[in-house]
């Protein structure tokens, strides 16, 4: 069974960096996953931020980026802001499968 | 403006079955591939299953293989799940997704709780 791993927890100071990360049991993550990342903050449903690895949508703040970082799917968030506080989520492609990781909790502090 | 609205969530017994529904709105549905995503209480998202815009083909997650069916109905935008031999651990938020490989817009989730 295929487990995609995420850090448990990381905490930012406003107006930092951050780097969260997904990493597969299978072996690096490559471009063929089209590792997604997701937010969401609680009572909510999560919200699409990044596709196909570096990939933005229309109304992802500028802040975020995607990327492959060390054999691993990247989220980097610059100039963190009190509204990114939320649990982060990133998804992995297995030709036909998805496997979400198990999420992680950034706290803004 | 996208809108995804699951309906057909409630309480069934162990056992039991439910169908969930997902009605599409605000974009060309028959081009693009879905998905079901869910999550139970206090929990992190696990994918479930998903659907392919033209042939259909299917996808399933171990944990409900042999007893979810995943279907469309693209001449009337919808997305259903029929969920059979429902256990506990199938409680949770199920959320209808637009997108498999690429996944961009969620719906507001229905809520199905299996419990005797």
């Known amino acids: 069974q295929t487990v995609v791993t995420q850090e448990p927890s990381l905490t930012v100071s406003p107006g930092g960096t951050v780097t969260l990360t997904c990493a597969s049991s299978?072996?690096?993550?490559?471009?063929?996953?089209?590792s997604n990342w997701f937010q969401q903050k609680p009572g909510q449903a999560p919200r699409a931020l990044i596709y196909?690895?570096?990939n933005k949508h229309s109304w992802t703040p500028a802040r975020f980026s995607g990327s492959l970082l060390g054999g691993k799917a990247a989220l980097t968030l610059s100039g963190v802001q009190p509204e990114d506080e939320a649990e982060y989520y990133c998804l992995l492609y297995y030709g036909g499968a998805r496997v979400f990781g198990g999420g992680t909790k950034l706290t803004v502090l | 403006e996208v809108q995804l609205l699951e309906s057909g969530g409630g309480l069934v017994q162990p056992g039991g079955s439910l169908r969930l529904s997902c009605a599409a709105s605000g974009f060309t549905f028959s081009s693009y591939a879905m998905s079901w995503v869910r999550q139970a209480p206090g929990k992190g998202l696990e994918w479930v299953s998903g659907i392919t815009e033209i042939t259909g083909s299917t996808y399933y997650a171990d944990s409900v293989k042999g007893r979810f069916t995943i279907s469309r109905d693209n001449s009337k935008n919808t997305l259903d799940l029929q969920m059979d031999s429902l256990r506990a651990d199938d409680t949770g938020v199920y959320y209808c997704v637009k997108g498999t490989q690429n996944v961009d817009f969620w719906g507001q989730g229905a809520l199905v709780t299996v419990s005797s």
């Open positions: 196909s690895t570096n």
């Open positions: 299978t072996g690096p993550v490559t471009i063929g996953h089209h």
